[in-house]
């Protein structure tokens, strides 16, 4: 805690007839909350002339130093000064909740909560709430404006939410307001450095505390993003829309703003604090979505050996996707996922979506047919909805084509936003203008929401690409199964340049932390559009497990995966639905060892995963039942595994094993390793 010196009241009185304007008022605490374990302390302070900051301290010692709280408004007067607590309340909550699906069953959700109103203190007397729940691992903050005379339409220009990172920090972060949307590499700079950055954004202090600063709940209003203040300030910067940035009526509630705070990197990804700061499940039973895995005409489309539009080179014909179905059935694959199978990927269709047709078949494509025919093998086909950016096009289909996606059991859709940033093309009415607006803003929030709230009543889960970001709104909407919002494994087939070997230990603790995506894994061939991928083939496997999704690709031809049975052997045994989810060991952008638990057996897997640095690991393998002996089938870098220059050096081999235990893991360069553990009968 910052110290308070308190001046005589005469010392006082001088002073404030001598520099008056010269002095600052000093800022006086009027709220606090701390965390249940006593960990955390967050106050809230309002100084001499009005302006209101929070401060959190952990162990005593300050972490987020005086940060500002308010806004700029197009329609009325700032919330910046001039502003006194009115009231404060407090409440503590200790529960568990069940995830439908998801990274563990079982979610427990442990409190202490302040919410501190707040006046103006001139005639209008507006007012807001200050809501702080503060966790072990970490609290989020939002503001709630009720209903009042004074404020009714509220039209925000910026938030003035800061975070004032009291100690010297390192930050994974990537760039803001780009063309290329979320589909950047991570950059690793000093705090001071950090430009205008996405959110979630991870930092490292100088004694080793990592935090992770991202939003949740993020419903009708504009994404977050960070610019850079003086010293170790981040402050808030609104995705931009018109008229304003974002336009409520009162009464409503902005997204949580978080912090999720712990001593260890892996901290962060056990947390569930995105999570429980969310709303319950509104959609009720949705035991109709089956976490799977699936194939499909996908890495052919990168691979410039197939393509979305039709002609001879043509990929969702009726042949090809039969032989992706029985691909699926024959190797225990639950969907099948094909690209370009309808109206409208003729010509320029980037960022020019408006002749597609979401229920119109191209001419080589039986739809009817080869969901007849997948169904008949035990297999689902996976919709694919691509809008080109012509989102208002989209939302006056999408009911048609989820109820023609239903009656056909195709039960999960991948969405598509293909265009650069801020060229999302809105129409308010047929014939209208068109105007632009960006894939973060206001407007891309609530047609997110719109699609799932059409696609749940056809029972249709929804795969969003080029997407808004996730801020855990997976457990109000459980039909938001997944999402790219990063650079995925296409950019393995034709990015200039391709991921590096660090780019998936640095998304497991920085994209990873807001929720679940769609990467598509496992291309054992290891060869992109001439070139090759930066992996070995172990590294491959272990990916099913350090990167969650509920849906998981095998992103490779099929007659890759024929040549490669024994990697392959993992791929098909790996699930996509855990009991229980634990970080064994991992620093941000070097490596990462997970271990999870299925959900429907007893088995647990392991995924570990390295940058261009060989390693040597030890993981006790605690974890696993006490007195039980398992059979740990081992997926490993082979001997002399090298990304550059031995990626396909690979073994496969069996052991027992007890949880007394310690395994010791190589991994070579850019490398990984993938393990099953079943326990012996």
């Given at each position: 805690?910052?110290?308070?010196d308190?001046?005589?009241?005469?010392?006082?009185?001088?002073?404030?007839?001598?520099?008056?304007?010269?002095?600052?008022?000093?800022?006086?605490?009027?709220?606090?909350?701390?965390?249940?374990?006593?960990?955390?302390?967050?106050?809230?302070?309002?100084?001499?002339?009005?302006?209101?900051?929070?401060?959190?301290?952990?162990?005593?010692?300050?972490?987020?130093?005086?940060?500002?709280?308010?806004?700029?408004?197009?329609?009325?007067?700032?919330?910046?000064?001039?502003?006194?607590?009115?009231s404060q309340?407090?409440?503590?909550?200790d529960?568990?909740?069940?995830?439908?699906?998801?990274?563990?069953?079982?979610?427990?959700?442990?409190?202490?909560?302040?919410?501190?109103?707040?006046?103006?203190?001139?005639?209008?007397?507006?007012?807001?709430?200050?809501?702080?729940?503060?966790?072990?691992?970490?609290?989020?903050?939002?503001?709630?404006?009720?209903?009042?005379?004074?404020?009714?339409?509220?039209?925000i220009?910026?938030?003035?939410?800061?975070?004032a990172?009291?100690?010297?920090?390192?930050?994974?972060?990537?760039?803001?307001?780009?063309?290329?949307?979320?589909?950047?590499?991570?950059?690793?700079?000093?705090?001071?450095?950090?430009?205008?950055?996405q959110t979630?954004?991870?930092?490292?202090?100088?004694?080793?505390?990592?935090?992770?600063?991202?939003?949740?709940?993020?419903?009708?209003?504009?994404?977050?993003?960070?610019?850079?203040?003086?010293?170790?300030?981040?402050?808030?910067?609104?995705?931009?829309?018109?008229?304003?940035?974002?336009?409520?009526?009162?009464?409503?509630?902005?997204?949580?703003?978080?912090?999720?705070?712990?001593?260890?990197?892996?901290?962060?990804?056990?947390?569930?604090?995105?999570?429980n700061?969310?709303?319950?499940?509104?959609?009720?039973?949705?035991?109709w979505?089956?976490?799977?895995?699936?194939?499909?005409?996908?890495?052919?489309?990168?691979?410039?050996?197939?393509s979305?539009?039709?002609?001879?080179?043509?990929?969702?014909t009726?042949?090809?996707?039969?032989?992706?179905?029985?691909?699926?059935?024959?190797?225990?694959f639950?969907?099948?996922?094909?690209?370009g199978?309808n109206?409208?990927?003729?010509?320029?269709?980037?960022?020019?979506?408006?002749?597609?047709?979401?229920?119109?078949?191209?001419?080589?494509?039986?739809?009817?047919?080869?969901?007849?025919?997948?169904?008949?093998?035990?297999?689902?086909?996976?919709?694919?909805?691509?809008?080109?950016?012509?989102?208002?096009?989209?939302?006056?289909?999408m009911?048609r084509?989820?109820?023609?996606?239903?009656?056909?059991?195709?039960?999960?859709?991948?969405?598509?936003?293909?265009?650069?940033?801020?060229?999302?093309?809105?129409?308010?009415?047929?014939?209208?203008?068109?105007?632009?607006?960006?894939?973060?803003?206001?407007?891309?929030?609530?047609?997110?929401?719109?699609?799932?709230?059409?696609?749940?009543?056809?029972?249709?889960?929804?795969?969003?690409?080029?997407?808004i970001?996730?801020?855990?709104?997976?457990?109000?909407?459980?039909?938001?199964?997944?999402?790219?919002?990063?650079?995925?494994?296409?950019?393995?087939?034709?990015?200039?340049?391709?991921?590096?070997?660090?780019?998936?230990?640095?998304?497991?603790?920085?994209?990873?932390?807001?929720g679940?995506?769609?990467?598509?894994?496992?291309?054992?061939?290891?060869?992109?559009?001439?070139?090759?991928?930066?992996?070995?083939?172990?590294?491959?496997?272990?990916?099913?497990?350090?990167l969650?999704?509920?849906?998981?690709?095998?992103?490779?031809?099929?007659?890759?995966?024929?040549?490669?049975?024994?990697?392959?052997?993992?791929?098909?045994?790996?699930?996509?639905?855990?009991?229980?989810?634990?970080?064994?060991?991992?620093?941000?952008?070097?490596?990462?060892?997970?271990?999870?638990?299925?959900?429907?057996?007893?088995?647990?897997?392991?995924g570990?995963?390295?940058?261009?640095?060989?390693?040597?690991?030890?993981?006790p393998?605690?974890?696993?039942?006490?007195?039980?002996?398992?059979?740990?089938?081992?997926?490993?870098?082979?001997?002399?595994?090298?990304?550059?220059?031995?990626?396909?050096?690979?073994?496969?081999?069996?052991?027992?094993?007890?949880?007394?235990?310690?395994?010791?893991?190589?991994?070579g360069?850019?490398?990984?390793?993938?393990?099953?553990?079943v326990?012996?009968?």
């Amino acid at each position: 805690m910052r110290r308070r010196d308190r001046l005589p009241f005469r010392i006082a009185v001088l002073s404030a007839l001598a520099l008056c304007i010269a002095l600052p008022l000093q800022a006086a605490t009027v709220a606090e909350v701390a965390s249940p374990d006593g960990t955390l302390q967050v106050q809230l302070d309002v100084s001499g002339e009005g302006r209101l900051a929070y401060r959190v301290a952990r162990r005593g010692q300050p972490l987020i130093g005086d940060s500002r709280l308010g806004f700029i408004l197009r329609n009325g007067r700032q919330f910046l000064r001039g502003i006194a607590l009115d009231s404060q309340s407090a409440r503590s909550v200790d529960e568990t909740w069940e995830l439908p699906w998801g990274e563990r069953r079982v979610v427990r959700n442990h409190y202490n909560e302040l919410r501190a109103r707040f006046v103006e203190r001139d005639r209008d007397r507006r007012r807001f709430d200050v809501v702080v729940r503060v966790f072990d691992d970490g609290l989020g903050f939002r503001y709630e404006f009720p209903k009042q005379p004074a404020l009714d339409e509220v039209q925000i220009q910026e938030e003035l939410t800061e975070f004032a990172i009291a100690r010297p920090a390192t930050a994974w972060w990537n760039p803001a307001f780009e063309w290329n949307r979320e589909e950047y590499l991570y950059a690793r700079t000093p705090l001071a450095e950090v430009g205008m950055a996405q959110t979630p954004i991870t930092l490292r202090t100088e004694d080793g505390t990592h935090l992770s600063i991202h939003e949740a709940a993020l419903v009708d209003y504009a994404g977050m993003n960070l610019a850079k203040g003086d010293g170790g300030v981040l402050r808030a910067a609104l995705t931009p829309g018109s008229p304003a940035k974002v336009v409520r009526r009162a009464p409503f509630a902005t997204p949580w703003r978080t912090i999720q705070i712990a001593d260890r990197a892996g901290g962060l990804v056990e947390s569930s604090l995105i999570l429980n700061l969310n709303e319950p499940n509104r959609l009720g039973d949705v035991s109709w979505f089956k976490p799977s895995k699936y194939v499909g005409v996908w890495w052919s489309l990168h691979l410039d050996r197939e393509s979305w539009a039709t002609g001879p080179k043509h990929g969702a014909t009726t042949a090809n996707t039969r032989r992706y179905i029985d691909f699926a059935a024959k190797y225990g694959f639950r969907g099948v996922l094909v690209e370009g199978w309808n109206v409208g990927w003729d010509g320029d269709w980037f960022a020019n979506g408006w002749d597609f047709d979401f229920s119109k078949p191209t001419p080589d494509y039986d739809l009817e047919g080869l969901a007849a025919y997948a169904k008949s093998k035990g297999v689902h086909l996976i919709g694919h909805h691509e809008t080109g950016c012509a989102v208002s096009h989209y939302e006056r289909q999408m009911d048609r084509a989820f109820a023609l996606f239903a009656r056909l059991g195709i039960d999960a859709v991948k969405t598509g936003y293909v265009c650069d940033a801020g060229q999302i093309e809105r129409q308010d009415t047929v014939g209208g203008p068109v105007v632009r607006e960006w894939h973060e803003g206001q407007f891309m929030s609530n047609h997110h929401q719109r699609v799932l709230e059409a696609a749940a009543k056809h029972r249709v889960a929804i795969n969003a690409h080029e997407p808004i970001k996730d801020t855990g709104l997976r457990r109000t909407y459980p039909n938001w199964i997944s999402r790219e919002g990063a650079r995925g494994q296409e950019f393995n087939a034709w990015g200039n340049p391709p991921n590096p070997p660090e780019h998936e230990p640095n998304l497991i603790f920085t994209r990873m932390l807001a929720g679940p995506m769609d990467f598509t894994p496992g291309v054992l061939s290891l060869e992109g559009r001439g070139q090759p991928l930066q992996s070995t083939l172990a590294r491959q496997l272990a990916l099913y497990v350090v990167l969650y999704s509920p849906i998981h690709m095998a992103a490779d031809l099929p007659e890759h995966y024929e040549q490669h049975m024994d990697a392959f052997r993992f791929i098909r045994d790996v699930p996509v639905d855990w009991q229980d989810t634990r970080v064994v060991d991992g620093e941000v952008g070097d490596f990462a060892t997970i271990v999870r638990k299925d959900r429907n057996s007893e088995d647990w897997y392991l995924g570990s995963v390295t940058d261009e640095t060989a390693r040597t690991l030890s993981v006790p393998l605690g974890f696993l039942d006490p007195g039980r002996t398992y059979i740990a089938q081992i997926y490993r870098d082979g001997d002399g595994a090298d990304y550059r220059s031995n990626r396909f050096a690979f073994k496969r081999e069996t052991r027992e094993v007890k949880s007394t235990e310690t395994l010791t893991l190589w991994l070579g360069a850019g490398g990984g390793q993938a393990i099953r553990f079943v326990p012996k009968r």
